[in-house]
C-alpha cells in the first residue's frame, strides 16, 4: 500500500478558494477508507489460518495481489486523469473499491477472494494518484507541499483504524473472519461518498484557473535518461515499499501472537501505533525538512531505522514498543521527505514518466516481497507451534532493508557533492530541478 506527491506546477488560482480545505478532507477520507481495506487481511489471517485452512502462501497471495494491477496501470493512469480530470477517476476508482471489497468479503470460494482483492487493487493503484493530482489542481504551489503531507497523514488514518478494529470491532471478530471483511467494504462505502462529494465540489467550484494539463505523449526511451540521484531514490522507494508494507500490513500481526505471545487484540493495537504516530510525525519532518534541507541524509537515518528494527525483533527481548517506536518513526520520516525529494530531483516535465515509473516497480517489489516471505516462512513451518521458523523471515526483511539503506547513503554521497540536485541545500526547494 503506497502515496505519490503530486507534480511539480499546482494550479495557482486556487489560492483564494476556502472550498480547497473541504477538498483536502473529502480527499482524505476517501484514501482513508482505501488504506482501510488495504491493511484487512493481516488482521484476520489468523482467523482466516484456524477456520478456513489456509496457509502462509495464501495469505501472502491476498496482500500481493493487489499490488499486480500496478504493473499494468501505473504509467497510464496519470494519461486518463489528464483525459478525463482527476475527480472523475476518483470516483470511479472509488466505486470499484467496493466491488472489490464485497467480493473479499463474500470470500468463497479463495479463488473469489483473491479476485476480490486484484479488482480492489485497481482501485487502490489509481485513487492514490488521482487524489493527490485533485489536491495540486486546488491548492496553490507554495502550498501544496503541506496539503500533501496533511493528506498523508489522515491517510494514516486508515491504517491506525485498520489495526485497532481488533478491538472497537471486537464483537465482529468474535463472529469470524466474514464480519470483520464486510465491516472494510462499508468503509469502502464512506469512501465512495467522499469520492463523490469531490467530484460535486470539482464540477461546480473549482478555480478556473486550475485547469488539466494535457496529457503528453509517453516518450519510452526517456526512461533510460534519468540521472543516477533518480535511480537511487527509486530503488529506496522500492525496496522501502517491499519492506514496510509486507511485514507491517501482512505477517506482524501473526508473528506478534505466535512469537511474541501477544493476544490477537494486543497484537493489532501494538502495531497500529507505527500508523498513529505517523498521522502527526509526517508533517512535522516535512517542515524540518524544508526549514534545514538535509533530506538525503534524513532519507539514510529513517532507512538506518528499518534493519535495526529486525535486529532488535529478532536478537532481543526488549518490549516490543522499542521497535514499534523506531519503525514509527521511519514511517513517519522517509515518506515525509522522499517524495518532495523525487520532484526536486526530476524537472517537472518528466515528473510523471518518473512517478510512474517508481510505482510499477514498487507494486512488482511489494507483490514479490509479500510471495516471498509467506514461502520463506510457510518453508520453515512458523507459527504458533514453531515461533523459530519466524526468523527466516526476518532475515529476509532485514537484507532487504539494507539493500534499501544503500540506496539511501548512495543518493546522498552523490547529492552531497557537486553533481547533487539541492536536496542537502537549507532551502532545497527554491532550487531549479535538473534531470
Not at 488504506?35 to 484476520?44: A, F
Not at 470539482?202 to 509517453?218: L, M, V
Not at 523471515?393 to 557537486?418: I, N, Q, Y
Amino acid at each position: 500500500m503506497t502515496a505519490l506527491a503530486p507534480a511539480a506546477g499546482a494550479a495557482k488560482g486556487a489560492a483564494g478558494s476556502p472550498l480547497r480545505w473541504w477538498v483536502l478532507v473529502v480527499a482524505a477520507i476517501a484514501v482513508s477508507s482505501s488504506y482501510y481495506e488495504s491493511d484487512v487481511i493481516g488482521l484476520v489471517a489468523d482467523l482466516l489460518h484456524r477456520q478456513r485452512g489456509f496457509t502462509q502462501t495464501q495469505i501472502g497471495v491476498l496482500n500481493g495481489v493487489i499490488s499486480l494491477p500496478n504493473v499494468a496501470l501505473a504509467l497510464l493512469s496519470g494519461i486518463l486523469i489528464d483525459r478525463v480530470g482527476p475527480a472523475r477517476v476518483a470516483l470511479w476508482s472509488a466505486a470499484i473499491g467496493v466491488v472489490g471489497a464485497a467480493l473479499t468479503a463474500i470470500g468463497d470460494p479463495y479463488e473469489l477472494m483473491v479476485f476480490g482483492r486484484f479488482v480492489f487493487g485497481v482501485s487502490e493503484g489509481a485513487i492514490f494518484i488521482a487524489l493527490l493530482a485533485a489536491l495540486a489542481q486546488w491548492f496553490p504551489r507554495s502550498g501544496v507541499a503541506l496539503a500533501t503531507a496533511l493528506y498523508l497523514s489522515l491517510a494514516r488514518v486508515g491504517s491506525w483504524g485498520a489495526d485497532t478494529s481488533s478491538a472497537w470491532a471486537k464483537p465482529l471478530y468474535d463472529r469470524g473472519w466474514q464480519p470483520p471483511l464486510w465491516l472494510g467494504t462499508a468503509i469502502t462505502v464512506a469512501g465512495l461518498v467522499a469520492a463523490l462529494v469531490l467530484y460535486w465540489l470539482d464540477r461546480r467550484y473549482r478555480p478556473r484557473a486550475a485547469q488539466a494539463a494535457a496529457a503528453e505523449r509517453i516518450v519510452w526511451k526517456d526512461l533510460l535518461r534519468f540521472d543516477m540521484s533518480y535511480w537511487y531514490i527509486l530503488g529506496l522507494h522500492v525496496l522501502y515499499a517491499a519492506v514496510f508494507f509486507p511485514f507491517r500490513t501482512t505477517f506482524v500481526v501473526e508473528y506478534f501472537q505466535h512469537a511474541k505471545g501477544l493476544s490477537h487484540e494486543e497484537a493489532g493495537v501494538t502495531n497500529s501505533w507505527v500508523f498513529f504516530a505517523a498521522i502527526f510525525a509526517t508533517p512535522l519532518f516535512g517542515l524540518l525538512a524544508d526549514r534545514f534541507g538535509h533530506r538525503a541524509l534524513m532519507l539514510c537515518f529513517g532507512a538506518l531505522l528499518l534493519p535495526l528494527t529486525f535486529v532488535v525483533l529478532g536478537l532481543t527481548d526488549l518490549n516490543l514498543w522499542v521497535t514499534t517506536a523506531m519503525m514509527g518513526v521511519s514511517w513517519s520520516l522517509v515518506p515525509a521527505v522522499i517524495w518532495p525529494a523525487t520532484t526536486l530531483i526530476v524537472e517537472p516535465k518528466r515528473l510523471g514518466t518518473a512517478l510512474g515509473l517508481i510505482t510499477l516497480i514498487q507494486a512488482l517489489g511489494m507483490a514479490a516481497s509479500n510471495l516471498a516471505a509467506g514461502w520463506l516462512a510457510e518453508r520453515a513451518g512458523a507459527g504458533a507451534a514453531n515461533p523459530a521458523g519466524y526468523s527466516v523471515m526476518l532475515l529476509f526483511f532485514f537484507l532487504l532493508s539494507l539493500t534499501a539503506l544503500a540506496s539511501a547513503v548512495l543518493l546522498w554521497r552523490r547529492e552531497a557533492g557537486p553533481t547533487g540536485h539541492g536536496l542537502e541545500d537549507a532551502r532545497p526547494g527554491e532550487r531549479q530541478a535538473v534531470a
